[in-house]
């Protein structure tokens, strides 16, 4: 089973990333969570500071990640 991280920005733009299932579903989280800027890992919110992280790379908007397991994308 694989993992895949699906981060979408405001402005309609979307990027998937499949995460090997060896890594296991919390890495996935994780990885989602760095992405959008809300890993507890952050010493201050990157989308506070004007960082690039947590936005899109193609119009700036703020972007949210959900980690969507195999079995949800065959039900889908």
Known sequence: M???????CAG???Q???IDDLLGIEWAH????LL???SPLFLRPP??????IGR???CGMKIECKVIAEEQKKEA
């Open 30 to 33: 994780e990885y989602a969570a």
């Open 56 to 58: 899109c790379g193609i």
């Open 47 to 52: 989308i506070d500071t004007g960082e690039v």
């Open 12 to 14: 309609g733009h979307a």
């Open 2 to 8: 694989a993992y895949t991280v699906l981060a979408k």
């Open 16 to 18: 998937e990333i499949e």
């Open 36 to 38: 959008d800027g809300t």
